[in-house]
């Protein structure tokens, strides 16, 4: 088989075998096939896209190009729960623990931050002495006694996704859905999960800005699931505003803890709880084959009655986690510098552009431009007005924090741009 037919046959707009998807991946992932030519298909792909077949067999050919986890040893139903990245997305702090204290096994590997998303592992790790990298007899270690565990991704997953998205970083073919949704679910299948949710993000901070564009990926990656024999569900959530009022490592993980606690304030913080509901009674619903309102019911009482908090307790203590930072949440991790961004005039808060806010927090610290960048764990924003809320000339919209001398203007200047008043 010569690489040269089948982007021909990719360029004519015909689809591709499983024997041609299947001799791609594996020359991808061994280097036999050079990037030009690599490059050159993908291109063909985004423009003439994929059937579900072929969307199907590329996913199952890159989950095969490395090691796939087994956690058919627990003796539960694994799940896993993913987002497609957003800005103040604490979700899985939330989620996993609630979903575990029900029956379900969470055992999830998760990424970092990158450009103006968070990412979970670097905010599990602003919580002193929690463990990101454990060994896999540490990892089933700890699944085994608490039901739950969150580690970072490994290398070894799906090593032919992480080829191909590098080429398609650099040549114009990230925003192609066939090419999103096989990269995700291939990670996530390798993982293991016998039951899949996905938080498919909208708006001006996700990376599908449109409802339809979110709808056409979730619908693709639900397929995708399915098609692979695992139970699959999507939400598609909005990010045309932060999800929650906390952006940045310590302060997500501090308001992960208060409304895991039931704390005063929490009412605050209705658009992350019902987000979190939503996401949890959809895994609780496909891991015991009940109606959803009843796992709702179910989700809405563990979370009232702190043993969703007990769970989240004895997983961060078994991942190495410090305790103590829960007696006095708000003195955990606290920035030295603090600044407010303040309304320029008064009137109602018509529109955000949250991948702005997310940009903001980034020039403050709390996130990464490039891989391997630090992170300021203590800064970010406290975001205390949103779209549809009316405010006063002077009045704080937004909280700043740093851990370094800032006089906060580049991020007011980015935050000025974002909010807009009428």
Known sequence: MLMYDVIEKKKQKEALSREEIEFWVKGVTSGEIPDYQSAALLMAICINGMNEEETVILTEAMRDSGEKADLSCYGGKAVDKHSTGGVGDKTSLVVLPLVVSLGCIGAKMSGRALGHTGGTVDKLESIPGYCTELSEQEFRDVVASQGIAIVGQSGNFAPADKKLYALRDVTATVDCVPLIASSIMSKKLAAGADIIVLDVKCGSGAFMKTYDDARTLADCMVSIGKGCGKKCAAIISDMDVPLGQAIGCALEVKEAVKLLRNDKGCEELSDLRENCLKLAENIVSLCFDMPLEEARRR???????????????????????????????????????????????????????????????????AGRLRKGDPIDFSAGLIICRKTGDNVKEGEVIAKLYSSVKNDFSEAEELLDGAIEIE
């Open 299 to 365: 989700c809405e009482e563990n979370l009232i009655n702190g043993k969703a908090f007990e769970t989240f307790c004895g997983w961060i203590k078994a991942q190495g986690g410090d305790l103590s930072f829960l007696e006095d949440i708000d003195s955990f991790c606290k920035a030295e510098y603090c600044g407010e961004y303040k309304a320029k005039k008064s009137g109602m808060i018509t529109k955000m552009n949250t991948e702005s806010i997310g940009k903001a927090g980034v020039v403050l610290g």
